[in-house]
């Protein structure tokens, strides 16, 4: 599905000013102004701390190593290549397009707006223009992929390096050819796959060269003006040494995408399961270019959870930018219903929405997994639940007890206003995935106090959809998810 606009709906919105929708904001509004206790950002390393026990770095951030699990890795190894030889053209676009970043001159367009079709078609469609003609001021300042509040916070630099892991399209060694085109520092001989090419012998996804069979995605202009009023370059940038040379794990469009995709879920409770499918689609989509692995998406998703948990966690912040922002939001969109649907309130406008749909790979069945077909609410809760852990065999027991990270139930807060901190974490505990899989921390935080609980077992879309009792005592019971979020 694509966030487009017929041409009655975009006259009416050419037309929309605040004044219109009495949305009006000083300057000292903008989330922009001011300092809060969690502008010191947190440390993403100890719940990425998992890759270890998968992988040693060489501690020279060369992009060599040593494997310690090579099962786990050569699974992280056979979906993305399926993944990357199976996804549609259209898919591939739509990967291209995730993958964009608004220029330093101010052409192209913000990462955080391709994943507008998240909220609907037309409220989509809304939200695109509402950000595009300045509609939206604290949400642009809050979700904007490269200067946001929220949608730039977290910097995976250093966790790239640390880990170092080489990307899947890298040639398998130091003597293959260079691919046309690529700048010199992509050159085989300067980065390379080579110390993951035992674990690739004899593979069917493997390229017999010790590499991965990876197409990479031509570069192409988009021209459907979705995004920008203009026609936009995009380009995966493979032979670009910022790409080739960065570390595989985690993935920082990923992290981008998933600051973006939860911020508005946060915002826009109600479509959460939705929005954060469409984030999870985002992170795939790294995977569709052949430039992370599904591991790498994991991590960047475990990145935007820490990220807007330390966000919503600190009520300064909450009252001065997140706050104002989902009032602006949740205004500008009911306005936008009235005055081009006809429709009175956000509530009805959702329910007459398209939701978000996407089939990736044309209804072929992903290894170990499904189609990840998205046609509702219910099966986009059921993809991202999927892509939590695309299919990975545990590593430890899964049988150990729930692991929610301290702070994590303020992202609960915009669902459950009316619950108590501990009655949030509760519902992420009864929601939350099974022990044991990659990435999760579970049994070191057990052994380790200085290894946080599990970021990696968060199912936001199920938490955020809940349906729960409030039992004698205080406990509350999750009766079902995939709804709006609701207490009996």
């Keep these: 599905m694509r966030v487009a606009f017929s041409t009655r709906s975009r006259r009416l919105l050419a037309g929309t000013s605040l004044l219109a929708t009495g949305l009006l904001f000083t300057s000292t509004g903008l989330a922009a102004a001011g300092t809060y206790p969690s502008d010191t950002k947190p440390d993403i390393l100890p719940a990425l701390s998992g890759f270890n026990t998968l992988w040693q770095s060489s501690g020279v951030n060369d992009l060599h190593g040593t494997v310690l699990d090579s099962r786990t890795l050569q699974w992280n190894d056979r979906l993305a290549s399926w993944i990357n030889q199976n996804a549609t053209k259209s898919q591939q676009f739509r990967a291209l397009q995730n993958a964009a970043y608004l220029n330093s001159d101010g052409t192209g367009y913000d990462q955080s707006l391709t994943i507008a079709d998240g909220l609907g078609s037309s409220l989509g469609a809304f939200y695109v223009k509402g950000r595009e003609t300045g509609a939206l001021p604290l949400a642009s300042a809050l979700i904007n992929s490269s200067t946001g509040t929220t949608g730039a916070y977290i910097s995976t630099g250093t966790a790239k390096a640390t880990f170092s892991y080489p990307r899947p399209y890298l040639p398998g060694s130091a003597s293959a050819p260079a691919a046309t085109g690529d700048a010199a520092g992509c050159a085989p001989s300067v980065v390379n796959a080579s110390s993951l090419s035992a674990i690739r012998a004899g593979k069917p996804w493997s390229d017999g060269a010790g590499g991965l069979k990876i197409t990479r995605v031509p570069a192409t202009v988009d021209t459907t003006h979705e995004f920008a009023t203009s026609d936009v370059s995009l380009d995966a940038a493979y032979g670009q040494p910022g790409i080739c040379t960065g570390g595989a794990f985690p993935s920082g469009h990923t992290t981008t995408a998933y600051e973006a995709g939860i911020t508005l879920a946060t915002l826009l409770p109600q479509l959460a399961p939705s929005i954060l499918a469409r984030a999870s689609e985002a992170g795939n989509n790294r995977i569709v270019l052949g430039v992370h692995y599904p591991l790498d998406i994991i991590g960047g998703r475990i990145n935007g959870e820490i990220a807007l948990s330390a966000r919503w966690g600190d009520p300064a912040f909450r009252a001065g930018v997140l706050q104002p922002a989902q009032a602006e939001l949740t205004q500008y969109l009911t306005a936008q219903c009235q005055s081009v649907l006809h429709i009175n309130t956000l509530a009805k406008c959702i329910a007459a929405d398209q939701p978000y749909t996407d089939n990736p790979y044309g209804g072929k069945r992903i290894p170990g997994g499904s189609a990840q077909i998205v046609t509702n609410r219910r099966s986009a809760l059921s993809v991202y639940t999927e892509r939590l852990n695309y299919g990975f065999a545990p590593t430890t027991s899964w049988c150990q007890w729930a692991s929610v990270p301290t702070g994590a139930e303020s992202l609960l807060l915009s669902s459950f206003p009316t619950l108590t901190d501990s009655q949030r974490r509760q519902i992420l505990a009864q929601t ?48 079902w998810t995939g709804g709006q979020p609701t207490v009996f």
């Design 432 to 479: 939350e995935g099974f022990a044991g899989n990659p990435l999760d921390t579970t049994a070191a935080h057990n052994d380790d106090s200085a290894v946080p609980a599990s970021w990696q077992r968060l199912n936001l879309a199920a938490a955020m959809s809940a349906t729960v009792k409030k039992l004698p005592g205080g406990n509350v019971l999750v009766l």
